[in-house]
């Protein structure tokens, strides 16, 4: 399967003509190697973004199917992690790809079943995977090798500088977001322009219709707070005459990954979902719509990073249907620095006022 939200282990040919890497490059493809099928435990983590997830569990797949006995599993924090454990415990796992968080979770509750790993591959060199990843190699094995996929070692460095919690402009809960990319969320939120509408919940569909209809945009993602509502929210925009993507947690993760992928390569220009596609980055994408307004600053936030283009060529607007909705907008100022604008009519001004 293509990559269905960024380069990920497959990096596309750029404006250049440049061909495309071989994947998986050797450092990593010199782990998959060592993995011994007879050992029932995980070998090899693989740590990535949720965006590159599906994209790495497909190439390391398809290149480990010559590699008789060796299984691949993939994990984030959209899943259960009752289910997560059910699948160590069965013992079918041999590399584990997964977010930061999730594979944290699941080392802290099941230390038993990486007794086994002696390596932790971080799929790029980025502050918050590289803090994250030497985090999490403290818990495992003292001779595990911390690895970037290309195979070089992770150099030991002062750990950044993180905000303080409970103040500065995300001043939100420890978990909330991973404390190395505070400050870029923060600088990404403030640059984009934040609009609200007020409506009954009643005419809620109307004024997502009239955003759909007035505003000139490229792709678009609305969010929703529930499977369910994604669901009907999307067959309802398709009776309409809407060219209309939908995924939620309530799909299996294959198919879930299908319909980001075909909406990634512009099959479509609107995606429905709720929280499952949150931080998952689309190059096109350049309106986001919050059907139901998030539950907080933190959702908020993390939904916001699935826009692709430059934060000036941007567009958030969310449709508060209550005070709550609207307290919990007029909050985003004090907790994460933003000023949601309400929308007077509903006219929408252009990206450049």
Not at 296 to 324: N, Q, W
Not at 328 to 345: F, H, M, P
């Given at each position: 399967?293509?990559?269905?939200?960024?380069?990920?282990?497959?990096?596309?040919?750029?404006?250049?003509?440049?061909?495309?890497?071989?994947?998986?490059?050797?450092?990593?493809?010199?782990?998959?190697?060592?993995?011994?099928?007879?050992?029932?435990?995980?070998?090899?983590?693989?740590?990535?973004?949720?965006s590159?997830?599906?994209?790495?569990?497909?190439?390391?797949d398809?290149?480990?199917?010559?590699?008789?006995?060796?299984?691949?599993?993939?994990?984030?924090?959209?899943?259960?992690?009752?289910?997560?454990?059910?699948?160590?415990?069965?013992?079918?796992?041999?590399?584990?790809?997964?977010?930061?968080?999730?594979?944290?979770?699941?080392?802290?509750?099941?230390?038993?079943?990486?007794?086994?790993?002696?390596?932790?591959?971080?799929?790029?060199?980025?502050?918050?995977?590289?803090?994250?990843?030497?985090?999490?190699?403290?818990k495992?094995?003292?001779?595990v090798?911390?690895?970037?996929?290309?195979?070089?070692?992770?150099?030991?460095?002062q750990?950044?500088?993180?905000?303080?919690?409970?103040?500065?402009?995300?001043?939100?809960?420890?978990?909330?977001?991973?404390?190395?990319e505070?400050?870029?969320?923060?600088?990404h939120?403030?640059?984009?322009?934040?609009?609200?509408?007020?409506?009954?919940?009643?005419?809620?569909?109307?004024?997502?219709?009239?955003?759909?209809?007035?505003?000139?945009?490229?792709?678009?993602?609305?969010?929703?707070?529930?499977?369910?509502?994604?669901?009907?929210?999307?067959?309802?925009?398709?009776?309409?005459?809407?060219?209309?993507?939908?995924?939620?947690?309530?799909?299996?993760?294959?198919?879930?990954?299908?319909?980001?992928?075909?909406?990634?390569?512009?099959?479509?220009?609107?995606?429905?979902t709720?929280?499952?596609?949150?931080?998952?980055?689309?190059?096109?994408?350049?309106?986001?719509?919050?059907?139901?307004?998030?539950?907080?600053?933190?959702?908020?936030?993390?939904?916001?990073?699935?826009?692709?283009?430059?934060?000036?060529?941007?567009?958030?607007?969310?449709?508060?249907?209550?005070?709550?909705?609207?307290?919990?907008l007029?909050?985003?100022?004090?907790?994460?620095?933003?000023?949601?604008?309400?929308?007077?009519?509903?006219?929408?001004?252009?990206?450049?006022?």
């Amino acid at each position: 399967m293509a990559c269905p939200m960024s380069p990920g282990p497959r990096a596309a040919a750029g404006a250049g003509g440049r061909a495309e890497q071989a994947f998986p490059p050797p450092g990593l493809a010199e782990c998959l190697e060592r993995v011994d099928p007879s050992t029932p435990s995980v070998q090899v983590l693989v740590m990535c973004g949720s965006s590159d997830l599906y994209s790495y569990k497909a190439s390391i797949d398809l290149w480990c199917s010559r590699l008789r006995g060796v299984h691949v599993s993939a994990v984030h924090t959209t899943m259960p992690i009752a289910r997560n454990g059910d699948m160590l415990e069965r013992g079918r796992t041999h590399i584990l790809i997964g977010t930061p968080g999730r594979l944290a979770a699941l080392v802290r509750q099941m230390p038993c079943q990486f007794k086994s790993t002696r390596f932790l591959l971080v799929a790029a060199l980025d502050a918050g995977l590289r803090s994250d990843a030497k985090r999490l190699a403290s818990k495992l094995a003292a001779d595990v090798q911390v690895r970037c996929v290309d195979g070089t070692s992770l150099v030991e460095e002062q750990a950044p500088p993180s905000l303080p919690l409970g103040g500065g402009p995300l001043g939100v809960r420890e978990e909330s977001l991973q404390q190395a990319e505070e400050q870029d969320v923060c600088q990404h939120l403030l640059r984009m322009p934040h609009f609200f509408v007020r409506a009954h919940d009643q005419g809620k569909l109307q004024h997502l219709s009239s955003v759909l209809d007035a505003v000139d945009f490229e792709q678009a993602v609305v969010f929703t707070n529930t499977s369910q509502q994604a669901s009907e929210l999307s067959r309802t925009l398709v009776a309409s005459g809407y060219p209309v993507f939908c995924t939620h947690a309530g799909l299996d993760p294959e198919s879930r990954g299908a319909r980001l992928g075909a909406f990634a390569a512009f099959e479509k220009r609107i995606l429905v979902t709720d929280e499952i596609a949150s931080r998952c980055k689309f190059p096109r994408l350049d309106l986001l719509v919050n059907f139901d307004v998030p539950q907080d600053s933190v959702a908020y936030a993390h939904r916001t990073e699935c826009l692709g283009k430059s934060p000036t060529a941007v567009r958030v607007v969310s449709i508060a249907a209550s005070f709550a909705d609207e307290a919990t907008l007029t909050s985003l100022r004090e907790l994460l620095g933003v000023d949601v604008r309400l929308v007077a009519g509903g006219c929408l001004p252009t990206t450049d006022s």
